[in-house]
């Protein structure tokens, strides 16, 4: 019996139970891969050259976007950023900020991924349309937070940035998957 629990215990401990895992598959887990959703699109496109653009400082000098294209936008500090409506939330007014605007051919579930920390909005019309969901992962840039939205066709959309971390941010527009 004692031989037997013996075994046992060292097949448990060999298997990773109990035992710390230095330098395996634990260290070394891709902390991208912990998203509930399907991000195989967005983790390909967050392999590509972005498109490199200067977010603007208000909704009329703002760049547009197309969907299914990453861009790398260069922020400025967030108390120069005229925002079409107030931040949602706004963690830092010593952050980085932008603007960029988005018209879309149909309405359904869209999501915009960044690579790092940041607050997103969208505002349709002067009025800042609610997220659905989102999600984000620690240690992940490719991508680092992913906010999904119910966006309407042919309207003027402003997607702000605000409390960013740093003066620049890989931002990708993309259809949901459908469910």
Do not use: N
């Given at each position: 019996m004692r031989v037997?629990?013996?075994?046992?215990l060292t097949g448990l401990l060999n298997a990773g139970f109990g035992a710390p895992d230095p330098g395996g598959a634990s260290a070394t887990a891709d902390p991208c891969a912990?998203?509930?959703?399907?991000?195989?699109h967005e983790r390909?496109?967050?392999?590509?050259?972005?498109?490199?653009?200067?977010?603007?400082?208000?909704?009329?000098?703002?760049?547009?976007l197309t969907t299914g294209q990453l861009y790398e936008l260069t922020l400025a500090p967030q108390p120069q950023v005229h925002f079409a409506a107030?931040?949602?939330?706004?963690?830092?007014?010593?952050g980085y900020a932008g603007l960029a605007v988005l018209t879309l051919p149909s309405a359904g579930v869209y999501r915009i991924a960044l690579d790092q920390p940041s607050w997103v909005d969208v505002v349709a019309e002067g009025t800042p349309v609610r997220s659905r969901d989102f999600q984000g992962r620690s240690g992940c840039s490719a991508p680092h937070k992913i906010v999904e939205f119910v966006l309407p066709a042919k309207v003027a959309?402003?997607?702000?940035l605000s409390?960013?971390?740093?003066?620049?941010?890989r931002v990708a527009v993309l259809a949901a998957p459908p469910s």
């Open positions: 037997r629990f013996g075994l046992l912990a998203f509930s959703w399907d991000v195989a390909a496109l967050f392999s590509e050259a972005p498109h490199r653009l200067s977010a603007g400082l208000s909704p009329s000098d703002s760049p547009a107030a931040p949602g939330k706004s963690r830092s007014a010593d959309l402003t997607i702000q409390s960013g971390s740093g003066p620049t941010v």
